[in-house]
């Protein structure tokens, strides 16, 4: 009986064995897949480069005064930015999540995003997780090339991307993937003649209007300084009913380098001006929005307007956002040109009384 026992025994236990050295290789090989599908997720953009970003707070915008009231708008806080290798020349910005997440593009055909740190009181006090990446073509190889990667407006809606180009004129579309951008899909009209755009001074605006608003939604693009014969700026609505021509009226020796529509319709304008003899300087002028049709001179006020006593540069990217508070807040970012005696600035403002 002990005999036989044994021998009944055995099988069993060399069966235990072999199921326990297959859950072994099972359990090692869904372990090897785990991690290979790791390895892609984390490889997904060969192209996207990680960038620490070096911040400094500011926390006065007029430089050696404690205002904050500056007409309509009341100063948040700042950041002068630093980072190594393609950072910088940041020309438009969008706030994915307001205030928070933000992706924009670069003059120098690169795409960039990353977070906005705050403190307790919701100022600016850090960016973290910032990244960049090249533009690609339709294979996917990085676009060389100044004039044909001179990026300086951006809308974004519905996870779409459209950027307006300079010096090679153009209005291409993306799937907004902030972590792994592709190829363009397609180009849009921007009405405007390709003869009446100047070198250099092309669409640096471009924006959706509020889906409720006379617009519907469309997207409105605003060129930098391609002027008409009466010295008018040229812009268009793009799309919709509504599509067509109209201009913006030029004031002074300044130059339109970004806009962000306003909840009630408004477009906000963002100017910039330069000469040796006074240095830099910015603007920010409110256009209503029952101006803004075909055919029509648009024009508004001047809401702030802030030369080299401020804390200001080359200043080209704006966007507006609601803050869980309820307050209305601009965003303004500069490009620094990669120059040494420029710097790469981040700008929050509060407009009051809207």
């Given amino acids: 009986m002990r005999v036989n026992g044994r021998a009944e025994i055995a099988p069993r236990l060399r069966g235990r064995c072999l199921r326990s050295r297959h859950r072994g290789r099972l359990v090692a090989a869904l372990a090897t897949l785990s991690l290979l599908f790791a390895a892609s997720a984390s490889a997904q953009s060969p192209l996207r480069e990680e960038i620490e970003i070096s911040a400094r707070p500011i926390s006065h915008f007029r430089i050696g005064r404690d205002d904050t009231r500056f007409g309509p708008l009341e100063f948040v806080g700042g950041l002068s930015m630093t980072g190594r290798g393609d950072f910088g020349a940041l020309s438009a910005i969008r706030f994915l999540d307001a205030g928070t997440q933000f992706f924009g593009v670069a003059d120098t055909g690169f795409w960039f995003s990353g977070k906005v740190e705050r403190d307790a009181d919701q100022r600016p006090v850090g960016i973290s997780g910032f990244s960049m990446q090249p533009m690609v073509d339709e294979a996917g190889r990085p676009i060389e090339g100044k004039w044909r990667t001179d990026s300086e407006g951006l809308a974004i809606s519905e996870g779409r991307a459209t950027v307006a180009f300079e010096r090679d004129h153009k209005m291409l579309e993306f799937t907004l993937t902030p972590n792994d951008m592709s190829g363009p899909e397609g180009a849009i009209d921007f009405i405007v003649p390709v003869a009446e755009l100047r070198q250099n001074r092309g669409f640096e605006t471009l924006v959706h209007s509020p889906v409720d608003g006379p617009l519907g939604g469309a997207r409105v693009g605003v060129t930098e300084r391609s002027i008409d014969p009466d010295g008018n700026i040229f812009a268009a609505i793009l799309e919709g009913p509504q599509k067509g021509i109209f201009k913006v009226a030029r004031s002074g020796d300044f130059d339109i380098t970004d806009g962000a529509f306003l909840p009630n319709g408004d477009l906000l304008i963002l100017e910039r001006s330069y000469s040796m003899a006074m240095g830099v300087a910015m603007r920010l002028r409110r256009i209503a929005g029952d101006t803004i049709r075909p055919g029509a001179l648009a024009d508004g006020p001047t ?35 990669h120059s040494i005696l420029q710097r790469n600035l981040y700008l929050e403002f509060v407009l009051t009384g809207e």
């Fill in 303 to 337: 809401l702030l307007e802030a030369d080299m006593a401020y804390q200001i540069d080359n200043m080209e990217g704006l966007d507006v956002w609601r803050r869980a508070d309820g307050a209305l807040i601009v965003s303004i970012v500069s490009d620094d040109n």
